[in-house]
């Protein structure tokens, strides 16, 4: 006698909203916890510490609602149906297949989900701060061959899941693959500190390493892992799934220096700003442009008019006067709108495009395994087919709304934060004089018998000084643009004071937004199953957040004081190796995959911004380097509190043992 199918039970409209508007809820306010604590406290800092104000604070505003709506629909559709259909696959082929099938999907696998973690997108938008003359190498890379930085990323976290899965069925220790890839690292990069072109991608390389183990790359992995730690045996080992992670951090960064050293004698050496744009350099440098229009547009952003008549010769394109502009966004002219218009279609069209081929390319490898290799029968596939919409849909909402909100805010706070110990331009407040009269300009001599030129203002009923420059005066329309400035806010007799300032904001924010990622609680719950209560959910989410604060902490202060990235990363990971010896194998692969969740896709992109955006006001010649610090100090952490913990079990068995004698 066969069984009855099941009925499906109909719901009205209303029935159905009020059965999913609690699930909904629920889901939103998971990612609104994970975002809320650190956006209110960039933009505390801002507008209340530093006293400047959210420039288009509703774009902002816009672009943050889109990261939560797209995360939420992104991880929604990763549950349903990219983590379900990895588990499947994961499951199933270690049982049909040799290992040496399952190590090449696992080399395809983290190739392509790399190029769909929402993070890695933000690679691409970090090459316009940087300058062609001051970095030539990662300008190139960058701007000219960023597919080629996303290729290499992925290829190393596709060796670092072969090499994982590897692990997993001969259950090899983690702590040689650390000796190895750790101690290679050191080397390339200390040597890489010595050679200026290669000197100024190392940030970029290891916070390659930080970008990759977001919210696709570690379900995926992990499900992989645990169905070929089944297949062994060693499922039960406590450990499983532990040291892709570290693995999938340390060798993208050895790929991205590869990939530099590959293209080191394409780029010519780093110059000054005035011999970068002469005649006899132009063939030299239309190697880091993708074509001439390129380097045209360049020119002609970058260079003065007699610059450009030397560098084109008799073919100089015609250009208007350098004279600053007013903000085209406050002129209020009819053609605003309809430019916004095309561009907000031009962002939706991109990202969406970029959305459904990164996610695309990830699951059509899994549906051909699963029915070629696995063979076994779909279960829930309409699930599994929504889930990947969703993941379509959230992966381009998100990437929208990174670069309408989170890059803009983590950008501005970046370029404002140098307030506090220097005087900076706010581009955003500039103020256009129209009828300018020269005549009412004045002078004032300051204790060093130096001239200062001043005229006045009156504006909403109060007068103030505005210093005059010359070359900001237009005297055929009569305009006068004048860009107002902010600082140091403290300290002005020192600026020490202003960037003790700024450190500390960088150690709080990394604290804070640490403890706020809800990847971490997942950790510290594991752990402190696997460890049997020994290590304490709240003692691990604390260390790792005072790791990351610190690591934070101190990759600003590289930027502000412009310190070479090796001194600071060479010594703790030199420690590192000292202290992976010393621990023991379950600390080793819980600490090292500490750092793997302090990066998530909210931090990675307001991070990114921060330094780069710091970098651009304090003259620095690249703003990377802070989620590399961010990523190393939390491993020391948490691999220090282990020691601390395996000396006190040690102390305890042997009290326990002599009271017994």
């Known amino acids: 006698m066969t069984a009855k199918k099941p009925q499906r039970i109909k719901l009205g409209a209303r029935q159905a909203m009020a059965l999913l508007a609690p699930y909904v809820k629920d889901r939103l306010m998971t990612q609104i916890k994970s975002v809320w604590l650190i956006i209110l406290y960039l933009v505390f800092f801002q507008v209340f510490i530093l006293k400047i104000k959210i420039f288009e604070a509703s774009v902002v505003a816009v672009g943050i609602g889109l990261v939560v709506v797209g995360l939420t629909f992104f991880m929604e559709g990763l549950f349903l149906g990219l983590m379900r259909l990895g588990s499947l696959v994961g499951g199933g082929l270690p049982k ?23 993070s890695i997108q933000v690679l691409q938008m970090a090459g316009t701060s940087v300058k062609p003359w001051e970095a030539p190498l990662l300008f190139l890379l960058l701007n ?15 060796l670092a899941v ?5 692990r997993f069925y001969y259950s090899i220790s983690l702590k040689p693959f650390i000796y190895v890839f750790v101690g290679a690292l050191v080397l390339i990069t200390a040597w890489a500190n010595f050679d200026e072109n290669m000197k100024s991608i190392i940030g970029l390389a290891w916070d390659c390493g930080a970008v990759t183990t ?15 730690s089944r297949m062994v045996g060693s499922v039960e080992s406590g450990t499983t799934g532990f040291g892709v992670v570290t693995l999938a951090s340390l060798l993208p960064a050895i790929c991205v220096l590869g990939l530099g050293l590959f293209f080191n004698g394409s780029a010519p050496e780093p110059m000054d700003r005035a011999e970068f744009f002469t005649a006899e350099n132009r063939s030299k440098i239309e190697r880091l442009f993708k074509d001439g229009d390129a380097l045209t547009q360049y020119v002609q952003s970058e260079a003065d008019p007699e610059t450009q008549a ?12 350098s004279l600053p502009v007013p903000n085209p966004s406050k002129t209020g002219s009819p053609a605003t709108a309809s430019q916004a218009g095309i561009g907000m279609q031009q962002l939706v069209g991109k990202n969406f495009a970029a959305a459904f081929k990164a996610i695309g390319l990830l699951t059509i490898p899994l549906f051909l395994v699963f029915f070629l290799l696995v063979r076994e029968a779909l279960p829930y596939p309409d699930e599994i087919l929504l889930g990947i919409f969703f993941c379509i849909l959230g992966l381009a909402t998100f990437s929208i709304g990174i670069e309408l909100g989170l890059d803009k805010l983590g950008t501005q706070v970046g370029n404002k934060l140098p307030a506090a110990f220097k005087a900076i331009p706010i581009p955003e407040e500039d103020r256009t004089i129209a009828d300018f009269d020269p005549d009412l300009v004045k002078t004032a001599i300051s204790e060093d018998g130096r001239k200062h030129h001043f005229f006045f203002v009156e504006k909403n009923g109060k007068v103030q000084s505005i210093p005059y420059d010359s070359a900001a005066f237009d005297p055929e329309t009569g305009k006068y643009y004048y860009t107002p400035t902010k600082g140091p806010l403290f300290g002005s007799g020192s600026p020490l004071a202003g960037v003790f300032v700024v450190v500390l904001f960088a150690f709080i924010m990394g604290y804070g937004a640490t403890l706020a990622e809800p990847a971490l609680n997942a950790l510290g719950i594991t752990v402190e199953e696997v460890t049997a209560g020994t290590f304490k959910k709240s003692f691990l989410m604390q260390a790792v957040a005072i790791g990351v604060g610190a690591g934070i902490a101190l990759g600003v202060t590289k930027i502000v004081l412009a310190i070479p990235l090796a001194w600071i990363l060479l010594p703790p990971y030199v420690l590192l190796l000292v202290v992976t010896k010393l621990s023991t194998e379950e600390f080793v692969n819980i600490g090292w995959d500490s750092a793997g969740v302090t990066t998530g896709p909210i931090t990675v992109p307001l991070v990114l911004a921060m330094g780069l955006g710091i970098g651009s006001q304090v003259g620095v010649v690249e703003g990377f380097g802070i989620l590399a610090s961010a990523s190393v100090f939390p491993i020391l952490s948490v691999l220090l509190f282990g020691l601390h913990i395996n000396r006190k079990r040690k102390a305890a068995l042997e009290e326990d043992a002599s009271a017994e004698t």
Request: charged share 5%; glycine share 14%; aromatic share 12%.
């Open 214 to 228: 977001g919210p696709v790359t570690v379900p995926l992995v992990l499900a992989l892992g645990i169905g070929v």
């Open 162 to 166: 072969g090499l994982g899965m590897l």
């Open 310 to 321: 030397a560098f084109f010769g008799n073919n100089a394109p015609k250009t208007a006067p």
């Open 96 to 118: 049909k297949a040799s290992i040496w099938i399952v190590v090449a999907f696992a080399l395809v696998l983290g190739f392509l989900a790399t190029l769909a973690e929402p």
């Open 144 to 158: 000219k061959y960023p597919h080629y930085l996303v290729y290499s990323v992925g290829s190393g976290v596709g």
